[in-house]
């Protein structure tokens, strides 16, 4: 009985996971980073990175689970938590149908428990595509309520970060966003359990602020821009040019907030070793 | 109370000059301070002042955001924006301040943490998370109180507070009203707009729960009559430290983390979507 639950939620994860993996145009594509042209196929084969260049295109919720976790092992937590509009502000509520329906989702946040290499675990990603993956409300709901189901399931935590920051239709609520997470973290790590976090493209403001900088482990995908302030903010300030590569992950690493630049094909393997190497640590 | 004044004259209000600020305070409501400087990790950071002092007879830590009055002052303290440097002093105070069994009081006043080349190198983002997660489970009374502007992640690394106040006129808020209007409408002129929809006064907040209590300002404001505000302010922190030190410091963390977890948890509206 278990296999054929195994087998359609792999189908499950599967199916959302196309959607979320579409590039536009047609059959080429053009890479931001070196303006070079690829073929849509190659692309998409290769996990949505730039054949070229390297460059990692950003990708969906969804997709990005279905590139670690394995086979047969994703279910959703808290699919249906709903968006909410809690100072009332004008037009919010359309912003957020029209971001549901262009991605699927109901907010920036899919969190699930799956398994990656056999392990299980709670992983959490943040969806760029949903309002630029921006902390509202729901979104800090869902990430604290992943975190309190594995601190009681004893379970190590993997959160995927990728946003803009506050969610600004929402005002303080968004902020108060970063005081509940960091919380529930700290209650979380008090039971000597293992979180990691992942830092991609782009992680800013009050998401850099609060969990994406908490985690035991702290990973970057190669390129990602992860800050606090943004790069147009700080060069209004200061009134210089910023140095090439400022912010980028590998600049984050070489500043000793980054442990490891990992590029996508080799983060479900290396993310399936942390979790080999804290095995132990995961039971209090 | 002082008459109904806007949210945009309240933000006017908050951000006058000569509105009490931390030394103020520090003058009127302590005796004995002894400033604490440096994050034992590479500096100092003047825009935030902090140390021990004896609050009616009592030792406590007191952390504050230091914007200064005077343009040298201003400079001085970078006009009261910290660096990484700023909030890890304030996190090495508040440790110590559970290891001496002391309450911890904060007066928040910034228009935000500095958003500068040097700030990002040494980890802002990294800093102020390290302030939310380890205030929320400091087991001793922690007090904040937002004298003038709090905004953004700048002012809430100094207030994951067992008690939240706001004097009448301050405003509370994700950013400023004219960066809250230069994001979500790429003009920062529309910031008066901003400041209504944005419902950053006290009284919003204290619907909303994000604080706990008002704080009564004189007529005008509290740069009309300093002394009289600042009566205000410490009849106010003597009320809530005194219910707060019957606690242990167990249910003080606990509390605590009740607060801030009841924050925008699923939908109090309805629920059938």
């Known amino acids: 009985m278990n296999s054929i639950f195994a087998k359609r939620r792999a189908r499950l994860l599967a199916m959302k996971a196309i959607r979320d993996n579409y590039i536009p145009g047609d059959k080429l594509v053009t890479c931001p980073h070196c303006q070079q042209e690829s073929e849509k196929k190659l692309v998409a084969q290769g996990l949505s990175v730039c054949p070229k260049c390297g460059y990692h295109f950003p990708i969906g919720a969804y997709y990005r689970l279905s590139t670690i976790l394995d086979p047969g092992t994703f279910h959703e937590l808290n699919e249906k938590l709903p968006a909410a509009d809690p100072l009332a502000f004008p037009g919010y509520p359309e912003k957020l149908s029209a971001a549901q329906r262009k991605t699927g989702l109901t907010e920036a946040a899919v969190t699930a428990v799956g398994a990656i290499g056999g392990r299980k675990c709670v992983v959490g990603v943040l969806d760029n595509r949903f309002l630029m993956g921006s902390m509202s409300a729901a979104v800090g709901e869902k990430i604290t309520l992943a975190i309190e189901y594995a601190t009681k399931n004893k379970l190590p935590l993997i959160l995927f970060a990728a946003s803009g920051g506050a969610r600004m239709q929402e005002g303080i609520l968004s902020l108060m966003q970063m005081a509940k997470t960091s919380a529930a973290l700290a209650r979380f790590s008090e039971k000597g359990l293992l979180y990691i976090s992942v830092l991609t493209d782009p992680t800013t403001g009050g998401v850099t602020a609060s969990f994406a900088s908490l985690g035991d482990i702290i990973l970057a995908e190669p390129g990602a821009l992860i800050g606090f302030a943004g790069p147009r903010v700080i060069q209004q300030t200061i009134g210089e040019t910023l140095p090439e590569g400022f912010q980028r992950a590998e600049y984050q690493e070489e500043h000793g907030f980054v442990d490891a630049v990992v590029p996508r094909d080799q983060m479900r393997e290396t993310l399936a070793r942390l979790l080999r190497l804290h095995e132990k640590g995961g039971r209090p | ?273």
């Open chain 2, 1 to 273: 109370m002082s008459e109904n004044l806007t949210a945009a004259q309240r933000v006017a209000v908050a951000r006058h000059p000569q509105r009490p600020n931390i030394t103020d305070y520090l003058n009127a409501l302590f005796t004995d301070f002894f400033e604490q400087k440096g994050d034992r990790l590479c500096g100092e950071d003047a825009a935030i002042l902090g140390g021990v002092a004896l609050y009616h007879g009592r030792p406590v830590t007191v952390i504050g955001t230091r914007k200064g009055k005077t343009l040298e002052e201003n400079l001085q303290c970078n006009f009261g924006m910290p660096n990484p440097e700023g909030y890890r002093k304030a996190l090495r105070l508040m440790k110590q301040a559970e290891k001496f069994r002391r309450p911890v009081l904060t007066f928040i006043d910034t228009s935000g943490a500095y958003p500068g080349l040097e700030a990002e190198a040494r980890g802002q983002g990294e800093a102020i998370a390290r302030n939310l997660m380890e205030m929320s489970r400091l087991t001793v009374p922690v007090i904040a109180v937002i004298t003038g502007e709090g905004n953004s992640g700048g002012a809430l690394a100094l207030g994951v507070a067992n008690r939240v106040l706001m004097q009448e006129n301050a405003v509370y808020a994700i950013l400023s009203p004219e960066g809250f209007a230069s994001i979500l409408w790429k003009d920062s002129s529309r910031h008066g707009e901003a400041c209504d929809l944005m419902k950053l006064t006290a009284p919003d907040l204290l619907g909303m729960q994000v604080i706990d209590d008002i704080i009564p300002e004189p007529e005008g404001g509290a740069h009309l009559a300093p002394v009289i505000a600042m009566r205000q302010v410490d009849q106010a922190i003597s009320r809530h430290l005194a219910e707060l030190t019957k606690e242990s410091g167990a249910a003080l963390a606990a509390e605590r983390y009740q607060k801030f977890r009841k924050m925008g948890a699923a939908a109090p509206q309805k629920e059938d979507s």
